[in-house]
């Protein structure tokens, strides 16, 4: 008869407590990144479009705001340990698309 011995929690384990709350999907938080996304496209597009200097200027404030509720967004994605959310993102930097 063999015996097993207990299995003993790792040491990780001990010092940093699972979670259950982080192990959630959180679906509002995906459709805020999508969301983000689909509007850093469109001012890219309507960027391009614009003629007038103010309208330009415009264009590049407004994607500075995006860009910055974007890694706000990831940031808490990344926090909250939803990886699945995460894959196949792009990385948005200060001269990204």
Known sequence: ???TAPRRPS???RRIPRDVEHE???PELEEEIKECLYCLRRNAMMFDL???PDLVE???YERQA???R???LIQRARELGLHTIL???PAFGEDGP
């Open 66 to 68: 995006l860009l910055c």
């Open 1 to 3: 008869m063999s015996q």
């Open 58 to 60: 415009q264009r590049i």
């Open 87 to 89: 894959a196949g993102l």
């Open 50 to 52: 614009e003629v007038d």
């Open 24 to 26: 959630r999907y959180h």
């Open 70 to 72: 974007y890694r706000y």
């Open 11 to 13: 040491l990780l384990s």
